[in-house]
Nanobody, 117 residues
């Protein structure tokens, strides 16, 4: 079965950096997009950044220039380097894998990122 496990969250001061990692276990067949979403209390889950198997990336406007998403297919991981963090970045961050033709979504359990102002 497919399992996603995030790590790297924590408490950081504004202006600091964190690196999130997601380990994917199990087989995922076909074209897929890997990436990160986040959800703050009282708000809807939103896209942060995604990357396709071919290297195409997509970022939320609020994180462009500050966050970098990458994937290592050999290690079955997807990472999110977060720099210049702001209080508005505080949220639970979820790893996601989407099978674009099959239509399946897989989610990690989430990791808390808290940015103090």
């Amino acid at each position: 079965q497919v399992q996603l496990v995030e790590s790297g969250g924590g408490l950081v001061q504004a202006g600091g950096s964190l690196r999130l990692s997601c380990k994917v276990s199990g087989s995922i067949f076909g074209a897929n997009t890997m990436g990160w979403y986040r959800q703050a209390p009282g708000k809807e889950r939103e896209l942060v950044a995604t990357v396709t198997g071919g290297g195409y990336t997509n970022y939320a406007d609020s994180v462009k220039g500050r966050f970098t998403v990458s994937r290592d297919n050999a290690k079955n991981t997807v990472n999110l380097q977060m720099n210049s963090l702001r209080a508005e970045d505080t949220a639970v961050y979820y790893c996601n894998v989407r099978q674009i033709f099959i239509g399946n979504n897989y989610w990690g359990q989430g990791t808390q990122v808290t940015v103090s102002s």
